[in-house]
């Protein structure tokens, strides 16, 4: 049996009531359908997807309905079969609470699968490009919150070898438990993907993070790694420390790499990927079926049987909540993902999508109302449990005073929005909240830095074309004169020369007149 691999520690973190066993002890049940689906055309980080379906078409299961904008962007395809029934803003799971773009799908309980591209059995004599594409048409996006197009992740033509794809299965965050059960489930199809995923990045060996406090996911992982037979794999159980699912942290965890600053974990030989994404390319590669559900936990004092769903993408939350038995008395609020790094939902209406692992209704007595916010006391001690090892007081004097450019300073894109500095805060101030606001209106500056860019480079294109165009007529206009006096030049000079043997001519003729008379009067 190996030794034990030696872990390396990430700065700060917190020990948290996990609340697991609320919801894991039950197998994942799947959704009945909805009387409509409503599917967002933002699902994923990038350019949005472009709809290539109208109003009144009939589309089948796993059709694709949205494509992918860019190369940084995710189609969507139908949860199942049915008619849309509008295209147009509807709410949609987002801290701001706005309206987006959607498709509503009207499901006619059919359930009829569309026709599905061959599944890629002979993946090891594939190309890893067209691994990426099946990927990329899948709509695949990273299923740990990021929502990250995986097919772009993937693709690491460019950069340094990869060494390590490390599979992120720690699910540090309280309450959440759909990759517990998942993996307790699907193990063997985990296991299928990392193959896969191992072949197209080029990784020698692949490491499974995982928390501590989930001992029958690691065994049944481990089960089927024994039974495929890859001892390429390796399962590491990591304490129980929130974030340890963190992205540079679990890196930094089971390899001892840092992750620069604004760089990827390319940087350090590493490709990391959620667990329930692994299973996602398993079941495109495999079985050539497209991203259309994920598992969903619903859980907290406020529902009556919690427990983790495979959801369909567009199911309202309130369907959801239903399946688990209804809301309780001790029902507040509503949370999409978990108690540290969700936000809460305005309206119970709103769909699940790609991004969506949970929705918890904690009761008053789990997650009492946040009291009202005082003065900072600059006690340091967020800075002492923040895992990216930030001042996250700087990062909220300048957020506060909108002062972007200093906020960048202090490192801001750094921030993995985890909620440790808020959580300890003992003013009880929403940092998290500044962080945010101060990154969405960073990048809204970009957006018209772009746009103005944009605007001066077409401006000055204009007018170097009108100068050129200019340019061109006059020079055309020098030639034509150039060759006008060339030619005139031409012309006159026969004229010239006949005018002047006509007056040689005349002279010869003159002189021997006047030479006949001199020799006449000489007689």
Known sequence: MAEPRELSHFHGGLHLDDHKDESNTTPIRDL????????PLQQHIGHVAEPVVAVGDKVNKGQMVARAADYVSAPIHAPTSGTVSAIGRR??????????????????????WDTLPAPITDWRDTEPAELRERIRWAGIVGLGGAAFPTAVKVNTSGQRRIDTLLVNAAE????????????REQAADIVDGIGILRYIVGAAHCLIGI?????????????????????????????TLYPSGGERQLIKLLTGHEVPSHGLPAAVGVVCQNVATVAAVADAVLRGRPLIDRVVTATGGGIAQPGNFRVRFGTPAASVIDA??????????????????????????????????????????????????????????CARVCPAQLLPQQLYWQARAQDFDKVQDY??????????????????????????????????????????????????ARVARIERLEAERKARLRQKKDAL?????????PKKAAIAAAMQRVAAKKAAQEAASETSDSE
């Not at 009945?32 to 689906?37: E, G, N, Q, S, T």
């Not at 509503?104 to 309980?109: N, Q």
């Not at 029958?216 to 024994?226: D, F, G, H, K, M």
């Not at 500095?421 to 009880?428: G, S």
């Open 91 to 112: 709410p949609v799971p987002h801290p701001s609470g706005l309206d987006d773009l959607c498709i509503t799908l009207e499901p006619d309980g059919e359930d009829r």
């Open 32 to 39: 009945p359908l909805p009387a409509h689906l409503v599917l």
């Open 324 to 381: 688990a038995g209804g809301r309780t008395g001790a029902y507040g609020r509503l949370i999409l993902g978990g108690p540290m790094m969700g936000f809460t939902l305005h309206d119970e209406q709103v769909p699940i999508t790609k991004a969506g692992n949970c929705l918890l209704a904690p009761s008053d007595e789990e997650l009492p109302p946040p009291p009202a916010q005082r003065p900072c006391i600059r006690c340091g001690e």
């Open 411 to 460: 490192h801001l894109f750094d921030c993995i929005e985890c909620g440790c500095c808020a959580f300890v805060c003992p003013a009880h101030i929403p940092l998290v909240h500044y962080y945010r606001f101060a990154k969405t209106e960073i990048w809204a500056q970009e957006r018209e830095r772009d746009k103005s860019d944009l605007a001066r480079r077409r401006h000055e």
């Open 211 to 239: 928390e501590d406090n989930k001992p029958e996911a690691a065994a049944a992982l481990r089960s089927a790694i024994a039974t495929a037979g890859d001892d390429a794999i390796e399962v590491v159980e990591v304490p």
């Open 172 to 183: 540090c965050e309280p309450y959440i438990t759909c990759d517990d059960r998942l993996m």
């Open 485 to 493: 006096e060339k030619n005139t030049a031409a012309d006159a000079d």
